[in-house]
């Protein structure tokens, strides 16, 4: 590299040096010599005329006298001058040279007048002679021309000379300057992706106008790389290990830590044993394996009721317990602080006013007082357990949209990730809530803000617009307040694939004939199934309608369809979702009541918590999978069971108000609201030809493993670890300014 350099520098000195010298050789010193010769010619000439002229009438007359010693005798007077080297009247003087004769060559012609001899270069002119009219002869003049090449070389030495220094002198200022602007953008290259700054190639004096055009220079190639490495990680194909990699090469293994209401893992008493449980969650469900790929600690409330029981004195674990990777840190919470933060202003409040699902929000300031309390209690721990000051924290969901400005304010070198796992709703929905300006602020305290889709995103954006005053860059997704910047980016959440279960599940025929068996079915069964916690927004009241349009509109699939709904209990505490419980239960009686008959029952209710491995197997023994959110950030549920179908069989029928509708084009669209349109398409489903639903799995399949759920992580992760490294840069452009800006006196 070095000896690469050196040559480099060297091409750099010689070859302007190598351009002077073969202009001269070949074009310079020939021109000049070209151009000395014609000036003293026609110097010659005119001279030569002058002498004849002078000497025309005296000669005219000793030549009609005959006076031959005479003329003899003024040419030898005439021949003093020095420069006059002969003379001839046809008669020639004793130096005109015989081989010249009486016929001088024409000097009228360009350069005819100049004769070479042995002797040297003659200039040569012939004047006629008269007496009167009569024309008597010619006098000849010579000129010794050898003066005129002393002198061309002379001036040919001087201007070689001048050319070769000035070659020189050319060449190495050439060198200079381009050894110092090297050494200035190498540096300033290198110290920008080490993070350190920039370094002006021409030392610290320089003003800091200097520097502007450098850094946009360097910001722009940092941009360049963005892209490079954008494009990089969009055709990757994202795996755990691929997650490590990016955090050990773009974060440098940098600490990670995850804060989410949810805890991964439950300590459940149940008699004298403690039982651990896998809450139903779509959150816990993404990120547990992406946790396991990064380690790091995650943050959550303990709820369960032997919670206590399994930490150590710092409240911690290590989880998961088969094969502990990462640290579970536990908060309590108080049944007030719980049912003011969680219960009421999260699920009673935010919940619905962030879903368009026809529930009114409820809205109390004692529920807000503890909203603000558990996160800035949160905030306490998040600082307890960063062990740098520039930690990455993930925080997660509508539980927390005050933390982020918290953590901001106490760690104001960490990277935050706010990942909301909800939809946002229109500026004119979300402006119902009280406290709108404080959650959006507390929001604005993240790097980055991440939603499911687009549309979200752009939702957030306008409800920023109407109700702040932040400076908002719709091209970049940056929204600057209080001097924060925060990047709003749509990050499709996916599952882990290939699935957790994948190597030891039971195959496709054996987990039919387990489930039917279970749920004391018929093997020619077309089975339908549904999985969701029982929450009012998944649409389950709109699903079992269909199914009941369906049993009307075919009746022939009375005794033949059987529909299974696994529905884990969630937020029974709270009014609206008892309600919700015991309409969906009524609305299963009466159907069943309806369509049933002696050990047929269409729909099979299952409110309770099921392991994952077991509704693994409902995905796989079923024909049909409905999907009927009323509105739903995602759904992971469509996705978990087109990653169970390595059969490729089975078919999904997907509410168009999920963002996973966005993704799955080759799911069968509803609109739940529609009972005509779902029941149809739970026809279709069920007659749909296996070819045709090999095509369509096979294509779904193929779109959940490339943006499976380490895609997701690892597009945060790298877009916070591009955003740590431009802010890096960008305060040591500042520093570096002002380093270099003078106080004023
Ligand atoms: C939120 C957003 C977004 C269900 N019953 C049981 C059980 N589950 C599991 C499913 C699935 C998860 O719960 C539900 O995921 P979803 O995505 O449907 O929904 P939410 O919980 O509402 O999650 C949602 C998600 O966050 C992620 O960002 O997709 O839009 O609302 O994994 O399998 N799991 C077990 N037993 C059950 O009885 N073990």
């Known amino acids: 590299m070095g000896r690469l350099r050196s040559i480099r520098l060297s091409l750099r000195f010689i070859a302007p040096l190598a351009i002077t010298l073969a202009l001269l050789a070949y074009g310079l010193v020939p021109l000049v010599d070209r151009l000395t010769l014609r000036w003293w010619v026609n110097d010659l000439d005119t001279r030569s005329q002058l002498i004849a002229n002078t000497m025309h009438d005296q000669l005219a007359d000793l030549v009609a006298q005959g006076a031959g010693p005479k003329i003899n005798s003024l040419f030898m007077r005439a021949i003093q001058d020095e420069r006059l080297y002969a003379l001839a009247y046809c008669d020639e003087t004793p130096t005109y040279p015989s081989s010249l004769g009486c016929r001088p060559p024409d000097p009228t012609g360009e350069g005819h007048s100049v004769v070479r001899l042995r002797q040297g270069p003659l200039h040569v002119v012939q004047h006629p002679v008269f007496q009167g009219t009569e024309r008597l002869g010619s006098l ?44 200035g953008w190498v540096s300033g290259v290198r110290a920008l992706l080490r993070g350190e700054g920039i370094v002006q190639p021409f030392g610290p004096a320089s003003s800091s106008e200097d520097v502007h055009p450098l850094a946009s220079d360097l910001r722009a190639l940092l941009r360049d790389l963005d892209m490079t490495r954008r494009s990089r990680d969009q055709t990757a194909n994202w795996s755990p290990e691929m997650l490590r990699g990016v955090l050990r ?106 879903h368009i699902a026809h529930v009114r929000p409820i809205f109390r300031t004692a529920d807000w007082e503890q909203y603000v309390r558990v996160n800035r209690r949160f905030a306490d721990v998040v600082c307890e357990e960063a062990r740098t000051e520039d930690p990455v924290v993930l925080v ?99 599952i882990q694939w290939p699935s957790e279960w994948a190597n030891d599940q039971l195959p496709v025929a054996l987990c039919r004939a387990k489930v039917l068996r279970v749920e004391q079915l018929q093997d020619d069964v077309l089975l339908g199934v549904g999985v969701d916690r029982l929450d009012y927004t998944k649409g389950i009241v709109e699903r079992f309608l269909a199914v009941e349009r369906l049993l009307e509109l075919h009746p022939e699939y009375v005794g033949r369809f059987v529909f299974v709904q696994i529905a884990a209990p969630s937020r029974s505490s709270l009014e609206e979702y008892q309600h919700f419980e015991s309409r969906v239960r009524t609305l299963a009686a009466r159907i069943n009541a309806r369509f049933g008959r002696d050990g047929y029952q269409p729909i099979h209710l299952k409110v309770e918590h099921h392991p994952p491995q077991i509704v693994n197997e409902y995905y796989r023994a079923a024909n049909v999978c409905v999907v009927t959110s009323l509105h739903d950030g995602m759904n992971l549920v469509a996705k978990e069971f087109i ?31 529609h009972g005509e349109q779902c029941a149809e398409a739970l026809y279709r489903a069920l007659i749909m030809p296996a070819d045709e639903q090999r095509v369509r799995m096979r294509s779904m399949r193929r779109l959940v493993q490339e943006f499976n759920v380490y895609r997701w992580a690892g597009a945060m992760l790298l877009d916070a670890a591009r955003l740590r490294n431009r802010r890096r840069v960008s305060q040591r452009i500042v520093e570096h300014q002002r380093e270099a800006t003078p106080l004023p006196e």
């Open 140 to 183: 000849i003049l010579v000129h010794d021309m050898s003066f005129v090449e002393r002198r061309s070389a002379d001036t040919r030495r001087y201007l070689i000379g001048m050319f070769v220094v000035l070659g020189i002198v050319i060449s190495l200022v050439t060198v200079f300057i381009a050894h110092l602007s090297w050494r």
């Open 249 to 354: 090469e773009q974060l440098l293994g940098d600490e990670v830590l995850v804060v989410s209401n949810r805890e991964p893992f439950i300590h459940v008493r149940a008699d004298k044993e403690i039982e651990l449980l896998r809450p139903a969650s779509g959150l816990v469900t993404a990120l547990e394996p992406v946790m396991r790929a990064c380690s790091g600690t995650w943050i959550a409330h303990g709820s369960g009721s032997a919670d206590h029981s399994t930490v150590d004195r710092h409240d911690r674990l290590r989880v998961p317990p088969e094969k502990p990777t990462y640290t579970l840190r536990r908060v309590w919470l108080s049944p007030e602080e719980e049912k003011g933060y969680y219960a009421g202003f999260a699920n009673e409040g935010l919940w619905p006013l962030c």
């Open 396 to 494: 997660q969901d509508y539980h927390f949209a005050l933390l982020p400005r918290m953590i901001r304010e106490r760690l104001p070198g960490a990277t935050i990730i706010t990942f909301w796992h909800i939809p946002w709703p229109n500026p004119e929905s979300f402006g119902i809530c009280p406290w709108r300006e404080e959650l959006i602020a507390g929001l604005l305290g993240s790097t980055i803000l991440g939603f499911h889709t687009r549309f979200h995103c752009q939702n957030f954006v306008e409800t920023v617009d109407r109700f702040l005053e932040a400076r908002i860059e719709r091209e970049s997704s940056t929204i600057s307040y209080g001097g924060d910047l925060t990047r709003v980016e749509p990050y499709p959440i996916s």
């Open 643 to 673: 990653a169970s179908r390595d059969d490729e069989q089975g078919v999904l029928v997907l509410s168009q108000f999920t963002g996973a509708a966005r993704e799955l084009h080759d799911a069968l669209l509803v609109n739940p609201y």
